[in-house]
């Protein structure tokens, strides 16, 4: 006799599931907090519930905080350093990502004598901690004139994540099988032919790994943006601190937050729209090899 299949889940499988959805919720309150918080004006934030949702769509909070809030001496608001941080980070995390998979491909494809040492020293680079190159990177952007600038920061941060693609890179290039480099060797292929034509084409879940590692790293840095950065080169995170702590009269709590979703919008949208990729890529060899 044929068993009846089982449409409602089981006991255990419901509890999976509650969990799962306490877990979201208590995630996702904070955030919810802030956007309902954004959306009140200062009397309703006072005589209303934190978690109470706003009687109107206000947005006056957003617009000042995007054009008109105070970081600082300086009242133009986040804009200047939205910019800041996009210019700095696209160039950042185009350069990171291909001079790890560069890396990456060299350290695992074309191996010569010392390349597992020369491996084992860059890793180094993923544990140690930022605040022991601040000095000598400082030197460093002083010898070469980009004090204070946004290239300086693009450069800081390509360092500061090459360790990190050239592992993601590297471990994943490590699971390519060597018969395929070697045919194309035979049939004439040189470095850079075998690099565009059958490795880079086979690339694709651990470049959207990088691209999103490294976006979401250079974005989200304080550390960098605050020791490296001029008057006009500020990013993102360093003015959401400035206009945070700048004192008023009354603390606009909705405008402070109405910043902190703007600040933090890129990559909230990136891993939205490009999350289920980030997890492909680490499943498909990232962390293997």
């Given amino acids: 006799m044929t068993a009846k299949p089982h449409f409602l889940p089981s006991a255990g499988r419901f509890l999976v599931y509650a969990v799962l959805v306490l877990a979201s919720v208590f995630f996702l309150l ?9 959306f009140k004006d200062a009397q309703e934030i006072r005589s209303s519930a934190l978690l109470a949702l706003p009687h109107a769509l206000n947005t006056a909070a957003w617009s000042t905080a995007w054009s008109s809030a105070c970081t600082g001496v300086d009242c133009q608001g986040l804009r ?9 980070v696209l160039p950042a995390v185009a350069i990171s990502t291909v001079w790890g998979a560069l890396n990456g491909y060299v350290l695992s494809l074309w191996k010569f004598r010392g390349s597992d040492a020369l491996f084992g020293l860059l890793l180094f680079g993923v544990f140690m901690p930022y605040q022991v190159v601040l000095l000598p990177m400082s030197q460093v952007l002083g010898w070469l004139g980009l004090s204070s ?6 450069l800081v941060h390509c360092l500061a994540g090459l360790a ?12 390519i099988p060597n018969e395929l480099v070697n045919a194309a060797r035979m049939d004439g292929a040189g470095f850079w032919q075998i690099f565009w034509r059958i490795v880079l084409p ?8 990088a691209l999103i590692w490294q976006f979401t790293n ?19 995170t360093v003015g959401l601190n400035n206009l945070a702590n700048t004192s008023s009269s009354v603390k606009a709590y909705n405008v402070d937050m109405a910043a902190a979703i703007i600040a933090g919008l890129p990559t909230m949208v990136i891993y939205v729209l490009a999350g289920q990729f980030f ?3 680490l499943t498909a060899g990232a962390v293997k090899g």
């Fill in 30 to 38: 904070p955030l919810y907090a802030m956007l309902v918080t954004s």
């Fill in 80 to 88: 200047p350093f939205f910019w800041n941080s996009v210019w700095m």
């Fill in 149 to 154: 600038s946004i290239a300086g920061l693009v």
């Fill in 164 to 175: 990190g693609t050239t592992l993601f890179f590297r471990n994943y290039y490590a699971a």
């Fill in 202 to 209: 086979l690339s694709t879940p651990i470049i959207m790994v």
């Fill in 218 to 236: 250079i974005w989200n840095d304080f550390l960098f943006g605050v020791v490296f950065s001029g008057t006009e080169s500020k990013p993102i």
């Fill in 279 to 281: 997890v492909r890529g």
